[in-house]
T-cell receptor, first 112, second 114 residues
Framework: DAKTTQPNSMESNEEEPVHLPCNHSTISGTDYIHWYRQLPSQGPEYVIHGLTSNVNNRMASLAIAEDRKSSTLILHRATLRDAAVYYCILRDANNAGNMLTFGGGTRLMVKP | DSGVTQTPKHLITATGQRVTLRCSPRSGDLSVYWYQQSLDQGLQFLIQYYNGEERAKGNILERFSAQQFPDLHSELNLSSLELGDSALYFC?????????????FGAGSRLTVL
């Protein structure tokens, strides 16, 4: 799977929007962009994924750049419970069923 | 509850011993993945099974082995344990077929080797 680059950490205030960036300049046409998060002492949790168009679900929104070389995970109103490590991962649709390769992710800290 | 069940939640044992970690995948999922997360390391992929067959292998030590049974549950066997094997071990499952292939993780088994 192609590589992604994320900031090591970010800070946000509670109830404010958070934009978590991810660069993936070597993305291929069949790569899905996945986001997972890991809360303290828990297993990773799926957040959202997309291919080309922006996506919304109950947890977050995913904004994908037109050239697909970067994306942004948007938490509309951060809560203390959103403090976690967020992982941006590319998945090749041609290798459906392959494992996820986790990088370092972005540690999000939410201040009350 | 994610639907992926891991047992035991916590395990304390001594160096040189052998332990077995168990994972029941989400209903309908055919793929099982094992990951290791040490204190100072990220999530490291160990091994994947699909419908009973080994599909992919990561940085899994020779002292470790796994299998997936006909009822699709999986076991990770860790032998000749060393202090450095202390870690969280996560199991995940997926249907293994769809293009997006979202993984669902269990809560993990925390292994402490003394």
């Amino acid at each position: 799977d192609a590589k992604t680059t994320q900031p090591n950490s970010m800070e946000s205030n509670e109830e404010e929007p958070v934009h978590l960036p991810c660069n993936h300049s070597t993305i291929s046409g069949t790569d899905y962009i996945h986001w997972y998060r890991q809360l303290p002492s828990q297993g990773p949790e799926y957040v959202i994924h997309g291919l080309t168009s922006n996506v919304n679900n109950r947890m977050a929104s995913l904004a994908i750049a037109e050239d697909r070389k970067s994306s942004t995970l948007i938490l509309h109103r951060a809560t203390l419970r959103d403090a976690a490590v967020y992982y941006c991962i590319l998945r090749d649709a041609n290798n459906a069923g392959n494992m996820l390769t986790f990088g370092g992710g972005t540690r999000l800290m939410v201040k009350p | 509850d994610s639907g992926v069940t891991q047992t035991p939640k916590h395990l304390i044992t001594a160096t040189g011993q052998r332990v077995t970690l168990r994972c029941s995948p989400r209903s309908g999922d055919l793929s099982v993945y094992w990951y290791q997360q040490s204190l100072d390391q990220g999530l490291q992929f160990l091994i994947q099974y699909y419908n009973g067959e080994e599909r992919a292998k990561g940085n899994i030590l020779e002292r470790f082995s796994a299998q997936q049974f006909p009822d699709l549950h999986s076991e990770l066997n860790l032998s000749s344990l060393e202090l450095g094997d202390s870690a969280l071990y996560f199991c995940a499952s997926s249907d293994g077929r769809s293009g997006a292939n979202v993984l669902t993780f269990g809560a993990g088994s925390r292994l402490t080797v003394l």
